[in-house]
């Protein structure tokens, strides 16, 4: 008679671990095709296997062999739960002994333990500044029947609330994530913002560490977000720190680093002790707060700012301080500033020349464009408006001159216009809107004044005018009876270039006015500039 033993290998496995093997032994080879009960015990119950571990009994041996074989494989039953036993015991047979020392044979099953990993949601592991949220997925191997709480530890060179916000997790550096029951994940999220400064690429590590019914799952213990950065660096410059006024516009140059892909609005201030409307103008739109936009595929964009010839004033340079304002957009580089100073044109070279009452020379300084009050009385107002003297790459010289001249009485009004560059335009006076021919005179005896116009040929200087090359061609008397008498000379110069190219053919003339005045009632004071001499 047979005696008939059992064993098991391995005698331990895990949930999912793979084939058990549980051999039967017998010490002959008789009987033939020997047939052996056994019996089931144990708290593991047949979902815990692929197959019904009752359907393995009797088992058979082959012919004459001595062992034969049966093989279980326990499964991942996604219950947290104790180590659980599978027994399979000999029973008692007609034809054959059960062994006393190997009668039966135990499995233990190990509860399977899931693993855990943890990963960034984006290709290449990094993100640029002020981009959008990115999601970081812890996940476990296998969902079970109990929520997995994993701990994390947050390291790395970015800094949090500055260089990045958490959602979903707290901020502090050692923090968990909880996956629910019955699911194999859970995520949180972190968003890169834009700090504005130029620190260099940056990182966010996140490292899982053992917790209660959590296993590491390798390689994916830690991730590793890198922040780049991004921020663009915004400087100004300028293509002249000094301009005359009314010398044209100069030029500031806005210029970023980095990336051109889109539009970036840069922030200007603008300042300065110039006044806004007044002493310049500029493509910007006010004083103070202004924006200028880099346009997508451009690394810098121009503003300009362009000195006035402003009202009559003996003033100091202004200036005009442009600076970038910071933004959330990108920093501020060097320069962040730059100052143009305005210098006053009004120096006194060359500006009109008049002799006064009683023989006192003035020289009046002012800004062309602009008209100023030469004389103020009920009776007669004095006005001249002001040009620019020029050369041939048309820029200024010698300061401004009086181009025309109007006395308003109570009924008329007289104009007197010096005419223009070209031979052809030689000036003129007008009364009331009709032109004078030149040894014409008219009287008007509501208001007792006389104008007359004639040919006249001396040169300025002879007459006590400034200007050595300067030729009187023609003069005006404009005389209020018994209070005042005003003489303009019609001044010509030709050997001042302007355009080269008919300057050749002298055919081109600087044309201004000067004048005499005299004050026939020594009993009145006017205002204005002749004024301080009546």
């Known amino acids: 008679t047979p005696t008939v033993s059992i064993s098991v290998s391995p005698v331990s496995q895990a949930e999912g671990g793979g084939v058990v093997t549980f051999t039967l032994t017998r010490d002959v080879g008789t009987p033939s095709g020997l047939v052996v009960n056994l019996a089931t015990s144990g ?50 047979g007609s034809n054959y002994a059960v062994s006393s020392s190997s009668e039966s044979a135990t499995l233990t099953i190990t509860d399977l ?13 990094s993100v640029a500044e002020g981009s959008g949220p990115v999601t970081i997925t812890v996940s476990r191997s296998f969902a079970t029947d109990v929520e997995a709480i994993v701990n994390l530890d947050r390291s790395g060179s970015a800094t949090v609330d500055e260089d990045f916000t958490l959602s979903g997790i707290t901020t502090d550096p050692s923090t968990s994530i909880t996956i629910p029951a019955n699911q194999i994940s859970a995520t949180f999220t972190l968003t890169p913002l834009r700090d504005n400064k130029v620190d260099g690429d940056q990182t966010v590590i996140f490292t899982i560490y053992t917790g209660p019914i959590i296993n590491k799952r390798a390689p994916s213990t830690s991730a590793t977000l890198t922040i780049t950065d991004t921020t663009p660096v915004v400087s100004i410059a300028i293509n002249s720190a000094s301009r005359l006024e009314g010398g044209g516009s100069v030029t500031f140059t806005i210029t970023r680093t980095g990336d051109t892909t889109s539009d970036l609005d840069v922030l200007i201030d603008l300042a300065g002790s110039a006044t806004f409307g007044v ?26 700012v362009t000195p006035s010839t402003d009202s009559f004033t003996s003033e ?3 200036t005009v301080i442009a600076t970038i304002s910071p933004s959330v957009s990108y920093a501020v580089g060097s320069p962040s500033s730059q100052t143009l100073s305005i210098t006053n044109d009004a120096s006194g070279a060359g500006d009109p020349h008049m002799v006064g009452f009683h023989g006192q020379r003035f020289d009046l300084i002012g800004r062309p464009g602009k008209t100023y009050n030469i004389l103020s009385d009920p009776l007669l107002q004095v006005n001249t408006l002001l040009g620019m003297q020029k050369t041939s790459d048309h820029s200024y010289i ?36 009709m032109f004078l021919n030149r040894g014409t005179s008219v009287l008007f005896k509501d208001d007792k004044l006389s104008v007359s116009f004639s040919d006249f040929s001396s040169s300025a200087k002879d007459l006590g ?56 009632d020594h009993d009145r004071r006017p205002h204005g500039v002749l004024g301080q001499t009546a």
Do not use: W
Request: hydrophobic share 35%; proline share 4%.
């Open 279 to 304: 002493d310049y103008t500029s493509t910007l739109s006010q004083f103070g707060s202004n924006t200028v936009t880099i346009l997508s595929g451009f690394s810098s964009t121009d503003f300009t």
């Open 316 to 318: 100091t340079t202004e």
């Open 398 to 433: 010698g300061g401004p001159v009086m181009m025309q001249m109007a006395f308003l009485t109570s009924n008329h009004t007289v104009l007197v216009n010096a005419g223009g560059y070209f031979v052809d335009d030689l000036g003129f006076v007008s009364v009331d809107g």
């Open 465 to 520: 005018l400034i200007g050595d090359n300067d030729k009187v061609v023609a003069k005006a008397k404009i005389t209020l009876e018994g209070l005042y008498e005003f003489t303009v000379f019609f001044i010509q110069n030709h050997h001042s270039p302007y355009h080269p190219e008919i300057e050749s053919t002298s055919k081109y003339y600087r044309r201004f006015l000067d004048f005499n005045a005299s004050l026939l």
């Open 113 to 125: 333990v899931p693993q855990v990993g943890i990963e960034y949601e984006i290709p290449g592991g």
């Open 43 to 92: 708290s593991a119950s047949a979902a815990d296997f692929e197959s019904n571990p009752l359907s393995l009994t009797p088992v058979t041996f082959s012919g004459s062999d001595l062992t034969t074989t049966f093989t279980i494989t326990p499964v991942v039953d996604a219950l947290s739960e104790s180590d659980e036993t599978l027994t399979f015991t000999i029973s008692t």
